[in-house]
């Protein structure tokens, strides 16, 4: 187990690895883990080191205590207000970081399962969105309060929009209300909904299954899936297309359907 430290030594984000699954825990309960300094930090360096190791297979998110994050530390960044720009520059490197850390999760070869119990708002409501799946316990509950003290949640909305419908995203981005799991479900937030406790247990189910996988499949799966969402129709099919070819001329793709013709199990080597 891993452990990124604070200035106090109480460690901030935990690392466990089993079975090709390695498990992060933001470790911050008494602060309501705040995406503070630190906890970008630690995220960030923690997802570049996954990005390039072959033994995870799939990522899980979760966190300590009953908030699984409150989003951005506000005291820490109120404090700038004092700094001579007002904290424009501050705000501006802060949010920066955020938005780099958010989209290091999608770049990700590894799928990323956010396991939420509790509440997740304002950038905490982000990270959930920014995962490629989630699963929410029953008590979970997902806001974007910014509008209520005059700050959109603007750097949320990026995720938000691209999970939700535009209806749905709005919704929450105007109105700031607390949104419950059941419902978080059905406007697309989190795929599945379990009981209160259990969200890790089914992170960790879901997380097993994919883990059997080829992982350089789901790394190509994945990758190609966030690339064509971004393009029109017709280059959306191209590209699709295109990665579809290499798929197939791949090892692992070779190995699947002789499995698979043959009835037997697939033994993957990851080409």
Same mark, same amino acid.
């Given at each position: 187990m891993n452990a990124h430290q604070?200035?106090?030594?109480?460690?901030?984000?935990? $690392?466990?690895?089993?079975?090709? +699954?390695? /498990?992060?825990?933001?470790?911050?309960?008494? #602060?309501?883990?705040? &995406?503070? %300094?630190?906890?970008?930090?630690?995220?960030?360096?923690?997802?570049?080191?996954?990005?390039?190791? $072959?033994?995870?297979?799939?990522? +899980?998110? /979760?966190?300590?205590?009953?908030?699984?994050? #409150?989003?951005?530390? &506000?005291? %820490?960044?109120?404090?700038?207000?004092?700094?001579?720009?007002?904290?424009?520059?501050?705000?501006?490197?802060?949010?920066?970081?955020?938005?780099?850390?958010?989209?290091?999760?999608?770049?990700?070869?590894?799928?990323?399962?956010?396991?939420?119990?509790g509440t997740a708002t304002a950038a905490g409501c982000q990270l959930v969105a920014s995962c490629d799946l989630a699963v929410a316990g029953e008590a979970a509950r997902f806001c974007t309060p910014g509008v209520h003290i005059g700050l959109f949640c603007s750097t949320p909305m990026v995720a938000l929009s691209r999970n939700l419908s535009a209806k749905h995203a709005l919704e929450m981005l105007l109105l700031g209300e607390m949104v419950p799991a059941d419902e978080a479900a059905r406007m697309g937030l989190v795929?599945?909904?379990?009981?209160?406790?259990?969200?890790?247990?089914?992170?960790?189910?879901?997380?097993?299954?994919?883990?059997?996988?080829?992982?350089?499949?789901?790394?190509?799966?994945?990758?190609?899936?966030?690339?064509?969402?971004?393009?029109?129709?017709?280059?959306?099919?191209?590209?699709a297309s295109a990665v579809m070819v290499e798929n197939m001329l791949a090892h692992d793709a070779e190995e699947g359907i002789g499995a698979f013709v043959e009835k037997r199990a697939p033994v993957w080597d990851g080409q």
């Open positions: 604070t200035p106090e030594a109480a460690p901030i984000l935990l $690392r466990q690895d089993n079975g090709g +699954i390695a /498990t992060l825990t933001l470790n911050r309960p008494q #602060a309501r883990n705040p &995406l503070s %300094e630190a906890m970008l930090a630690a995220l960030s360096e923690t997802f570049s080191a996954i990005a390039v190791d $072959r033994s995870v297979k799939v990522v +899980i998110l /979760t966190a300590a205590g009953p908030v699984f994050s #409150a989003g951005h530390d &506000l005291k %820490e960044m109120t404090a700038h207000r004092a700094d001579a720009d007002r904290g424009r520059g501050y705000f501006t490197d802060i949010l920066g970081r955020c938005s780099t850390m958010m989209q290091q999760i999608t770049a990700l070869p590894q799928p990323v399962i956010a396991a939420v119990e795929n599945r909904v379990v009981p209160t406790g259990d969200a890790l247990a089914e992170a960790q189910r879901l997380a097993a299954v994919i883990a059997s996988k080829s992982p350089s499949t789901v790394k190509i799966g994945k990758r190609a899936f966030y690339e064509q969402r971004e393009m029109g129709l017709k280059t959306a099919y191209d590209h």
